[in-house]
């Protein structure tokens, strides 16, 4: 099982909006409304930040939406602010596996 | 609170085996699937096994099966892996978290270097 595919990169300034994506195939994210969204600062453990393709966990705020459209997902940060400065990874499941995106480093200018 | 904790990890030559444990707390530990995940030095996430809540179903990724075994002790609200013919490339610091195709607790990580 590949890896999804998502941009290396992806910045924007304070107050702006940033969207990455999660490509996938029709076996894992084409098939399944099972993709997350997790952000992760360095030296620390993963943080949830949308389940089911479009779900916010409480506390996170809306800032953070998720959408997909056939085999590609994608998650918008609006209102960029310092603390989004993070590695964000997709995870999708497969039908018996799970398979993490290869991440996207955001960087608030 | 949700916690989960670690433990286990450390450095073990090529061809030698480790048992990682996952303490947890403040959920019904028996209700939920649990999964370890694991991240090479620098590099990103990838998932590493899943466990049904009884136990009773478990699935590996393609490079870990046949070497790696996930475990659980319900009445000791316990995760494991068992990890034997360690390879180089199973250096990372392994994490274990609560649901499968949904992680809404992680655990703070436990590092397992393989080196000789």
């Known amino acids: 099982q590949s890896a999804l595919t998502q941009p290396p990169s992806a910045s924007g300034s304070p107050g702006q909006s940033v969207t990455i994506s999660c490509t996938g195939t029709?076996?894992?994210?084409?098939?399944?409304?099972?993709v997350s969204w997790y952000q992760q600062h360095p030296g620390k453990a993963p943080k949830l930040m949308i389940y089911?393709?479009?779900e916010r966990p409480s506390g996170v705020p809306d800032r953070f939406s998720g959408s997909k459209s056939g085999n590609t997902a994608s998650l918008t940060v609006s209102g960029l602010q310092a603390d989004d400065e993070a590695d964000y990874y997709c995870?999708?499941?497969?039908?018996?596996?799970?398979?993490f995106g290869t991440g996207t480093k955001v960087t608030v200018l | 609170e949700v916690q989960l904790v670690e433990s286990g990890g450390g450095l073990v030559q090529p061809g030698g085996s480790l048992r990682l444990s996952c303490v947890a707390s403040?959920?019904?530990?028996?209700?939920?699937?649990m999964t370890w995940v694991r991240q090479a030095p620098g590099k990103g996430l990838e998932w590493v096994a899943y466990i049904k809540y009884d136990g009773t179903s478990k699935n590996y990724e393609d490079s870990v099966k046949g070497r790696f075994t996930i475990s659980r002790d319900n009445a000791k609200n316990s995760l494991y892996l068992q990890m034997n013919s360690l390879r180089v490339e199973d250096t990372a610091v392994y994490y274990c978290a609560k649901g499968t195709w949904t992680n809404d607790y992680w655990g703070q990580g436990t590092l397992v270097s393989v080196s000789s």
């Open positions: 403040g959920f019904t530990f028996s209700g939920y699937w």
């Open positions: 089911e393709v479009n």
């Open positions: 029709s076996s894992d994210v084409g098939s399944y409304d099972y």
């Open positions: 995870s999708s499941y497969t039908g018996s596996n799970i398979v």
